[in-house]
């Protein structure tokens, strides 16, 4: 059984680095053709690819975020990691973790991040 | 960037009617030497993460329903619902996975009149 579920500051203040942890089982990102994708979407809104992680360690970037974003992982204890810096009031977000051979086969439950002063 | 256009948005159907919503992408996701279409469907429904119906644009996740059939080919791609029950209740989204940066159309929302 495949399960995935972040975990985040909650809320943070503007200019600050957004750190976030998503812990998985049933499977692991040392296979081959694994990978964990980070989403986010505003509330009442849309939904906005981010970052992916492979089992080989190669990694994908969304653009529009620009230099903002570091993902990683930890194989070993079954994690992944979504760094975000100098946040603002829009990057208020619920985000989600999902399991990825090329499409996002499996979600986490989500997150809510808040950006305010 | 590959865009994802979705229409309508928004559609209120009742139950046991037939229900279409098309996704249209800016360029083909046609790959030639495997003849797949790299389109995922996605439903949400209120207050739950998304939850993948679709891949290949017309392969169902195992425990879907087959009243949820994806059809379509390059550009334009549909998905279609047979006879909509009340837990259909849903955004559905459509996704591109031929080139990242990765995207998703707007979503259709279906309402349950």
């Known amino acids: 059984q495949v399960t995935l579920k972040e975990s985040g500051p909650g809320i943070l203040q503007p200019s600050q680095t957004l750190s976030l942890t998503c812990t998985f089982s049933?499977?692991?990102?040392?296979?081959?053709?694994?990978?964990v994708g980070w989403i986010r979407q505003p509330s009442g809104k849309g939904l906005e690819w981010l970052a992916n992680i492979w089992w080989d360690d190669d990694k994908y970037y969304n653009p529009s975020l620009k230099n903002r974003l570091t993902i990683s992982k930890d194989t070993s204890n079954n994690q992944a990691f979504l760094k975000i810096t100098n946040v603002d009031t829009a990057d208020t977000a619920t985000y989600y973790c999902?399991?990825?051979?090329?499409?996002?086969?499996?979600w986490g439950q989500g997150t809510l991040v808040t950006v305010s002063s | 960037d590959i865009v994802m256009t979705q229409t309508p948005s928004s559609q209120a159907v009742s139950a046991g009617e037939k229900v279409t919503m098309s996704c249209k992408s800016s360029?083909?996701?046609?790959?030639?030497?495997?003849?797949?279409?790299?389109l995922a469907w996605y439903q949400q429904k209120p207050g739950q993460s998304p939850k993948l119906l679709i891949s290949?644009?017309?392969t169902r996740e195992s425990g879907v329903p087959d009243r949820f059939i994806g059809s379509g080919s390059g550009t334009d791609f549909t998905l279609t619902i047979s006879s909509v029950q009340a837990e259909d209740l849903a955004v559905y989204y459509c996704e591109q996975y031929y080139d990242t940066p990765l995207t998703f159309g707007s979503g259709t929302k279906l309402e349950i009149k």
């Open positions: 360029q083909s996701l046609l790959y030639s030497e495997n003849k797949k279409n790299y």
């Open positions: 049933g499977f692991s990102l040392s296979t081959y053709g694994m990978g």
């Open positions: 999902a399991r990825i051979t090329y499409w996002f086969a499996y």
């Open positions: 290949w644009a017309s």
